[in-house]
């Protein structure tokens, strides 16, 4: 059993920076492969960005070169610095746990956090 819990949303203009956290319990945390999805109104959840147990990344075109996941296995934390956000980037962000498997699918992960609101601004 995983729980998760997102951090570090809020307001931001077009252009600007947030980093997001996400803090796992569990003792297996370096186990998972984990994810960051996004939902804005209207729309469907989304993947943005994973990063395997072994530290491999993947990344949305959208957010590529942009967006930097990375985590800490010692700290059971992982992270998800947005740079030069753009006015889509405005959605509900959610941190996710993988057994394995492809981790652009969301229904390959097995548990969820409750997310976190980002808002970029024009």
């Known amino acids: 059993q995983v729980q998760l819990v997102e951090s ?7 252009g ?5 956290s996400c803090a796992a319990s569990g003792r297996t945390f370096s186990t998972y492969g984990m994810g960051w999805f996004r939902q ?8 943005v960005a994973a990063i395997s147990w ?4 993947y990344y949305a075109d959208s957010v590529k070169g942009r967006f930097t996941i990375s985590r800490d296995n010692v700290k059971n934390m ?3 610095q947005m740079n030069s956000l753009k006015p889509e980037d ?8 993988a ?24």
């Open 90 to 97: 405005t959605a509900v962000y959610y941190c996710a746990a």
């Open 54 to 57: 072994s530290g491999s990344t």
């Open 99 to 122: 057994n394995s498997g492809s981790y652009y699918y969301a229904d390959r992960y097995a548990y969820w956090g409750q997310g976190t609101q980002v808002t970029v601004s024009s």
């Open 16 to 20: 600007g920076s947030l980093r997001l």
């Open 78 to 80: 992982v992270y998800l």
């Open 40 to 47: 804005a109104p209207g729309k469907e959840r989304e993947f």
């Open 8 to 14: 570090g949303g809020g307001l931001v203009q077009a």
